[in-house]
């Protein structure tokens, strides 16, 4: 069939899944998982293995969009106000999930330390777009909200990095020789260092051209663009595309006053990415898993889940976060995504005998977290009572406006 139209029929099954979530009052985001997942091996078929490769720039530029946006979040006066806090809660949760999931796995069900710790360390990432879309689409805002967004960043950054010291551990564990964790260290370093300076460099770049760019139309294209070679540059080189664009996003954010402008162009493009996105994820799932996943997968899906939420209530109360942080951000850090499938194929290049079961196990858990994961997020938000708090916001100070213009009014 002509890919065109794949993608106008993925597209519509989406929108149709998303009315249909509505209609039972879930995130938008479940509609479309749950609709792609129609479309893959597990009912129609329609997807294939093939057409998922043909499809990879759209899944690229989705999650290039999702962490430029993201970067929106890190502005540095806000940052100077909760950085150690951001820090300190996100630790807390990479730990906690890192720290319960290799214990369940090592000494509850005697799985090898090599297996154990890996799998461990890739349970610390979030995916970030699952999270995103279900604050948009309710137009949260509050504390909670405002703490969610840089902590799944900033949890990508330290995922990355416990998945670089697990490899190291299981690697000297099966006794390979041609190894160094100097060389794994430096590895980290120059992906990390070298994707943070190349993100900075790009989104200055970006604000000096946004600053000339003359309208909405190019403004959107200079922006785009520019994630497009953020994405490509980091791929070309070996860096993380995410971390890149995160970056890209931060310094745009601080460098320009007018940044707004830059992001809302974005916003105005993404949403059919996004409706393609999600339900390209969903159709790459298989069921087919849930049979052959076993014990030890229901076990990581458990203990992922409740490490994240006891490291993020422990992070939150060491640092006095507000109470609704405390008692609700582990319930927005589940989905999982993207960056555990990219360190898949790490997995398969240098520890090949346990690949099969840890790819296994990290697909069953993205099929259960990526769908209730978005439940969970709005439960979160809804709990906090931030849902449409970006409206009440602005209501707030529309209305604030009005009573000073009314003072100086009456004044003259």
Not at 8 to 13: A, D, E, F, Q, R
Not at 179 to 201: A, H, P, R, T
Not at 278 to 290: E, M, P, Q, R, Y
């Amino acid at each position: 069939m002509n890919l065109l139209l794949k993608i106008s029929i993925v597209m519509l099954v989406g929108i149709i899944g998303g009315k249909a979530a509505k209609v039972f009052k879930l995130p938008n985001v479940s509609g479309y998982l749950v609709a792609g997942l129609f479309l893959g091996p597990s009912f129609l078929k329609f997807i294939g293995s093939s057409d998922m490769e043909s499809f990879s720039v759209i899944n690229e530029l989705a999650l290039a969009i999702i962490a430029f946006s993201i970067g929106n979040e890190f502005v540095i006066k806000d940052m100077l106000k909760l950085g150690k806090s951001i820090v300190i809660i996100t630790l807390a949760e990479v730990v906690g999930a890192v720290v319960i999931v290799f214990s369940v796995m090592y000494f509850l069900l005697n799985q090898p330390f090599a297996f154990s710790i890996v799998i461990a360390s890739m349970s610390a990432a979030t995916a970030p777009a699952a999270t995103l879309l279900v604050i948009r689409q309710y137009n949260a805002h509050g504390p909670l909200t405002r703490t969610i967004l840089p902590v799944v960043a900033l949890d990508d950054v330290f995922g990355i990095i416990a998945f670089g010291i697990a490899m190291s551990l299981a690697k000297l564990a099966t006794g390979q020789q041609d190894f160094s964790i100097g060389q794994m260290l430096s590895g980290l370093v120059i992906e990390i260092g070298g994707s943070i300076l190349l993100g900075l460099v790009l989104g200055l770049l970006l604000t000096i051209i946004s600053k000339k760019s003359s309208g909405r139309d190019e403004l959107q294209a200079v922006a785009l663009m520019a994630i497009g070679i953020a994405t490509g540059i980091s791929i070309s080189l070996g860096l993380s595309p995410l971390l890149t664009c995160i970056m890209m996003g931060t310094t745009v954010v601080n460098a320009f006053k007018k940044s707004k402008r830059v992001f809302d162009s974005i916003n105005d493009f993404a949403s059919p990415v996004y409706i393609l996105f999600f339900t390209l994820a969903g159709a790459s799932l298989d069921l087919s898993i849930l049979v052959s996943v076993g014990i030890v997968g229901v076990a990581y899906v458990i203990a992922r889940a409740g490490g994240k939420m006891l490291g993020a209530w422990s992070g939150a109360k060491a640092v006095k976060a507000d109470p609704k942080v405390t008692k609700y951000l582990g319930l927005g850090l589940l989905p999982q995504g993207g960056i555990s499938i990219g360190l898949l194929v790490l997995v398969r290049q240098q520890l090949p005998e346990f690949a099969v079961a840890i790819g296994t196990i990290i697909m069953f858990s993205v099929l259960i977290y990526e769908v209730t994961g978005p439940i969970f997020a709005k439960i979160a938000i809804q709990k906090a009572g931030e849902i449409e708090g970006l409206n009440k916001k602005n209501e707030k100070f529309s209305n604030k406006k009005n009573n000073v213009s009314q003072v100086a009014q009456f004044n003259d």
